[in-house]
């Protein structure tokens, strides 16, 4: 392909000169040969006659001229494409390889436009051309950063600014040097400008959290209603001094910000910097209990370069997000740092467990800034754990500890029980029996399996009531079959309610071994609405109990229980094949509670729309059913109306998994697979991988509510909807936010759940429940809420609440433990001016109320291990912390500037919520009754 190679551009008393070198055989067609300039449809915008300015043996170059004042073009930013034509040919213009910067122009001036001469990849020539008079028609302030350095937390930058002719059209605007991510995490600094000159210093945070990847420099123009953001460039002879390499220490590991350059742009990256050892050696020493580790790393490594006080072998341990920190010996040989350490297992193995313990390897380079994190990684660690097993006995179980390397080559560190290999392999009904067969096999053959009893325990999961049958064992040594029958007429002791879950547990119990775990399907396909097998117990009764056997999404097995009248349970059985008969519609959120979208929602509809036949399912005796009894069309959930109002419902509408407001398993009945299904959420997705994917539902949802086109888009790929499926109208619990919202000096302490967490023993050892104990008992705390006249409230999830009440005695008036259902929650966001939470998404409600929060990530690592939707920085607006130190300074930080939220929400406030009125119940009827009529986007992976 032929180009014509840009020598220089040059402006003389408003003349406009393009050197343009061409080919020797064009020299014959000079009379015939055109630079012009086309617009990204091909339209041709501006042709110039070119003259010969000097040539050589090869080559031409023409010289091509324009008035700058005479250019009309129309007032939107737009890109403008330069080509040679010659004799019916044409070829695009591009950069010369030496081209000469020194004594060629950036950019000219009209009196309408700025142009702004810029270059592709491939080195075309290409003009970014914007009006003068509208901030949101220019592409393109001309800046040119000069120079980059780094000192501890800062970056200092020097550059160029098209500063005069800017202010002359905007007298009022502020510049500003900004460090930026693609979803809009930002750090910046002002710039001090002098002429066309500017300096600034951005401070890099060493408390916040920094997402890594690409970091775009760009100058931020501020002013009265409106803010832009134009792209730093950077000049050629610039480069060399604009190259930086800072470290940042980072809580849980260090991090590296390097700048990049590329077709005259400037950007960072941020990225972690692991270290990885030339040779390693790790032996466990049986008589003291002791890992001996040694270490060679090579010594010019620029991890060492910058040096360092101490050096330790650095354990993070990815539960509590804490750190055991054992100290190094140093020794150089030759080209290498030989570092040599210790690790008592003793430390690392206290207490009971029931899941794996596991720890991240990293080396902490010890400065006056801090640690400084490296994660330790390597290929040839593959082998590592065979060579560092250890075992270990109790009383009641065996353990093992050992290094290993993860799925990304990192070093780990792992203490677990002996690996049980457990599932149910076949099951069945026979004659009102649950029969289950499968089998047991331990990893490391470490037991005595003749002397082996195995037990199933099925369990209330509400009461924690149980019962107990033994099991058959029979097979080979090792690898040991069972067999366990379950008469369900017996389960009715542990059936207490109208709807009850019953958990599997299998335990094996033998000499130097207890070992009770969950018991599931080892092969399956996970559907939240199926059914296994089910049967019913006392047909002929007057009371009726029918049992359904479903899965978790982990496979584990349970049983779901509904005890009906005789008259409701022939209803249900007649009904079964009939289709919706009334337009009648059914709202709810967890049996329990009316407090979430679910209630204003149906508030709503019964306030402006009694036309439509809507009721709302609660538990008779839940502390929220007596709001409800003023709004009226309450059913008990199991009551005799209930069940007929289900039957006849043809849309069924709910905040969680619509069997929450079920009286029967809803894939058993017609009229609901037929039924309109709707998904109310009761929050902002976009955190933990929620299992709402359409593909775990044989009857999904018809419309999914969101608050974003952002998380529409993210339910649309991840989720496996259909765009006109999912509907961005709000959530319905925002429109009486704003209402009576008059803080006070209070902060909300709100955690989420662990779903670990599954009965009292569990909660009382997990380092949740401990953290959270540590904190609300912090001398600290009471410091600081008594010296800025605060209080805080305490609503524990659900879950805890009845242990922390009966258990914990909370001796300071300061702190209020508040019980489901006492206050409304929604009452809770308007009335605390603070929120403290660790993942629970009803941090949106707080942040769409413009107020701050504090986020306690102590253990990320294991409650994002399934995955997380959208990036931290998009979803987690505010401060974000690991350890208690940090929560109570971030509190008083708060407190400080009286409470004022970050920066950043109200520049990511947008990513969030999409419609900011009152009107999202409104929204939400009429994609029910009309469907969503959002266009869908030409791309929506790129959205």
Known sequence: ???????????????????????????SFEKELSLVFQNKEKDLVLSLPGIVDNSTNESVVYKFSLNRNEINLPAEKKNYYLFITAQGKKFRVRFIN?????????????????FFVRRDRHRRVFFRTGSLCDLEAMYDLPNFITSISSDRDTVLASGEILNDTFLTHFPDAQFFLTLRTSNGVNMKAPLLIKGNEYVAKIE??????LPKGKWNFFILVNGEGFEKYFPCYIKRRHEENCHIEMQIPGFKESLVLRTKMKNGKISGKLSAQPIKPDSFNIKFREADQTYAIHFKFPKDSKIFTKGFDEIYLRLHQRDTNEFFDYKCEIDIKGNHLEVLS????????????????RWDVYLGIKRSEGFFNHRIKNQQLSLINKITTAYLKSDEDQYYTMFYRTKYNGLSFVYSRIPLVKYVNDYHIDNGRLILEGITKFSYNKFNHEEIIVSLVLVNRMTEESLVYKGRRYGGKQKKKFSIEIPLKELDALVNNFKEIIDFYLVMEGPGLYRKVKIGLKEFDYYKDDIQVHDAVDTNSEIVTEYYLTITPKGNLKLESFRYNRKSYELIQRSADLAPSKNVWLVGERPDTAQDNGLRFFEYIRENHPEIEIYYAIEEHAPDAEKLKSIGNVLFIGSDEHIEKSIEASKFIGTHDLDYILPFKGAKMKNYREAQKIFLQHGVLGRKNVPYHKKYYKYPFDIFIVSSIPEKTMVVNKFGYEWHEVAATGLARFDKLQENHHPNREILLIPTWREWIVNEEKLINSSYFNKYLSFITSARLAEILERYDLKLNFYPHYRMQEYIADNIDIDNKRIRLIKLGEVDV??????????????????????????????????????FSTGILRPIEETFLGDIVSTEEELLNKIENAALRDFRPLEIVDERFDWIFTVQDQNNNQRILDVILNGIQEEEPLSVENN
């Open 204 to 209: 890099i945070p060493q408390d916040r959290y």
């Open 826 to 863: 929604q009452n809770l966001i308007k009335d605390n001016i603070l929120m403290i939470t660790d993942y629970s998404s009803v941090s949106f409600d707080f942040t769409y109320l413009r107020k701050p929060v504090i986020y306690y990530h102590f253990d990320p690592d294991m409650f």
């Open 1 to 27: 392909m032929s180009y014509g190679e840009l020598l220089k551009v040059e402006e003389v008393e408003g003349i406009v000169s393009f050197y343009i070198e061409l080919n020797k055989k064009y020299e």
């Open 98 to 114: 030496n081209f000469d910067e020194n004594h060629s122009i950036d950019y000219f001036e009209t009196n309408t436009h700025l």
């Open 342 to 357: 210790a690790i008592q297992i003793h430390q690392l193995t206290n207490g009971t467990i029931d899941s794996a313990r």
